[in-house]
């Protein structure tokens, strides 16, 4: 989909702030209601704006440990990926979990947790339960320095 400099404009301030209303966004874009609302729909309407969330401190709610684990599999077929898959979207500890190519690893799972205790449940009752999974390595995080949750719209031309 071609966005112009408006949709991009757009999409940065929902990016900064989903809440913003109509009313709001529109002012930040420099449209008038209208406008600014069906170019929103557009927008999510095509798959370009899939949802909106809210973001919060896990640290605050006790989750203060996040770990990123390299998963292997004994067989790269359709049946173990499948089943990986659908299984990992039950756990909600696991934050992310993608397929990878050039490691060791065929996947990297990042898991909240409350503590080490929390972690260890999880790797040794739920993720090196899965069938297919035969070995796993796990590093843990001792500081984010960067955590953004915006999409970057600088490489689309202006």
Known sequence: MELDRTDKRI????????SLSNL???????LSPSPCSRRVKHLE???????KAVLLDAEKL???????IQVSMDRHTPDRFENFDKT??????????????GQAADYLVEVLVTDMAHYQ???????????GV????????LRKIINRTAVPLDHLSR
């Open 11 to 18: 999409i940065e301030e929902l990016q900064k702030d989903g």
């Open 24 to 30: 709001e966004l529109a002012e930040k874009v420099g």
């Open 45 to 51: 309407d095509s798959g370009v704006i899939v949802g």
């Open 62 to 68: 006790g989750l203060n440990l996040t770990a990123i």
């Open 88 to 101: 990992l979207e039950g756990y909600p500890e696991v934050v992310t979990c993608s397929l990878i190519t």
């Open 121 to 131: 449940e999880f790797l040794l009752n739920k993720l090196t339960t899965i069938s």
């Open 134 to 141: 035969t070995g796993v390595h796990s590093s843990f995080v």
